[in-house]
Every structure is written in C-alpha cells, then in structure tokens.
C-alpha cells in the first residue's frame, strides 16, 4: 500500500517558487479586534483615511445588513446594519483594497506579487488603524489565499493536484458537475480551514472573495488563522501573518504537483 502524504500543519515552509501566471484570485489578510463604536463616525474615520489615501483614494461606505437563520431557511433581519468602509486605489475596479468596519480591518488583493510585498501593505494599514483609532486588543488575524483553475488546464487537472487533494475525483473524472471538500484542522499559528474541489458554471462559495463565472473551475481556498485575545500591536500582528502566510504556502504546495508550478511559469 502505497504511503499517504501527510498534509504539513507545522515545520518549515518549502522555498517559494514563483508563479508569474498564477491562477491566484485574491489574497485577504484580516485583523479582529474588539467592536470599536467609533467606526461609524465619519469624523473619526477622517485622519485614517487621509494617511492611506495617497494608496486608497476611493472611499465607499456600505451599510451592510445582518440576519439570523430561521428554521425553514428563512432570514431574519437584525439590529442595526454594519458600516463598512471601503478604501481602493479604483474606483470600479480595484486591485487593492481595504475594508474597516466595527470589529475588523481586512486588506485584500487581486493584484498579488510576493507574501514580502503584501505583508509591507498589511504593516502601513494596520499601524495606521493602531495610531489613528487606536484598538486595544486583537481577537483574530486570518491570511486566506484563494486559487482558482480553469480554462485549459482544467481539462488535466489530475496532473496539476496529487491524489490525495482529487479525491473521488480519481474514480469519477470529469463526469461529475460539482465536488467540494471542507476540513478544519490545527496548524501553526492557529488553524487551518481548507475548501477545495470543482465548481460548475456560474457558482461560487464566496460571491464575496470569488465572483462567479461563466465556465467549470476548481478552486482551492486556504485560511490560516490565529484566535488568540492579546494586546494590540502592529509588529506582533504582521509577524503572525507572516507565518500564517507561510504556513498556507507549505499546504498549497503539499496540494499540487510539479506539473501544477510548470503550468504557471514556475522553474522547476
């Protein structure tokens, strides 16, 4: 019997390759903190904005509402809705952005380069949220990396993911319409949650972070996270991102083959 690979929730993170043609669709970084009843105050939002509005100039607040699920399926509408603000550097469409509402500052891309380069843009953000609005604490820092593959790689992908990540998928091919896995998992700093698997036309897990498009795909959307209550310290938060970021990379990589790296430009 052949020896399963065991998915590498601890212990160093291979050496980046570099993808330049990654099928990479966002990358969010997010910092909870306890609720801040300032946010919605537009008058405080004024000095955070003017620091990061040489990077961010759009500024859009959305009202977004809350609801509680219903026995039956039906939504419920609850208090008051939550104030996001959102800062992008486009106004329709951005490749950077920000979003700072009552509980957490989230920055995210679609315009990812290196974890160097975006872990630079996390530490302006979120010295600027310590020096402007001044949170105490942080509840939670998450970094989630969102691959998506079609068009046509899709057509091999059982030479692009190893066995263990294509599952049934092995016994099925492409015969089926729709195929997701979900697991939650300790892993360094924290845990890790992974959803991946193939997606028909037209749908999405996350309209959010994923819009949904016209043509089959398969997605592969990894969150590492740390939960911990601690004092709120910019240095702290990034270095904890930092590993969260590796620790995706060590998984993303026990994930696909070197066939995968070739097919997006990596040098293998």
Not at 158 to 185: I, N
Not at 241 to 253: D, H, L, M, S, T
């Amino acid at each position: 019997m052949a020896k399963t690979r065991e998915m590498p929730v601890q212990g160093p993170a291979p050496v980046e390759i570099p993808l330049p043609e990654a099928p990479l669709e966002s990358v969010i970084a997010q910092v909870r903190f306890p609720t801040l009843l300032t946010v919605p105050v537009s008058e405080r939002i004024i000095g955070f904005h003017e620091a990061i509005r040489d990077r961010y100039p759009y500024l859009d607040r959305q009202d977004v509402p809350t609801f509680m699920l219903m026995s039956g399926g039906s939504l419920k509408p609850m208090g008051e809705p939550v104030v996001h603000w959102r800062f992008a550097d486009d106004a329709t469409n951005y490749k950077w952005r920000v979003t700072l509402s009552t509980e957490f500052i989230a920055l995210e891309t679609r315009a990812y380069e290196s974890r160097k380069d975006f872990l630079r843009r996390l530490e302006m953000i979120v010295q600027t949220l310590e020096d402007t609005l001044a949170p105490t604490h942080m509840t939670r820092i998450g970094m989630r990396y969102i691959d998506q593959i079609k068009g046509a790689p899709l057509s091999r992908i059982e030479t692009l993911l190893e066995k263990e990540v294509l599952g049934v998928a092995c016994s099925v091919g492409t015969a089926a319409t729709q195929l997701l896995t979900q697991l939650t998992v300790a892993a360094e700093p924290g845990e890790l949650v992974a959803r991946w698997g193939k997606l028909p036309a037209n749908m999405t897990i996350d309209p959010n972070a994923v819009p949904p498009i016209a043509e089959e795909s398969w997605l592969l959307d990894l969150d590492v996270s740390q939960s911990v209550a601690m004092p709120f310290d910019t240095k702290a938060i990034v270095e904890t991102a930092g590993i969260a970021a590796e620790r995706v990379y060590a998984v993303f990589r026990w994930m696909v083959t070197n066939e995968f790296l070739k097919t997006y430009g990596g040098k293998v």
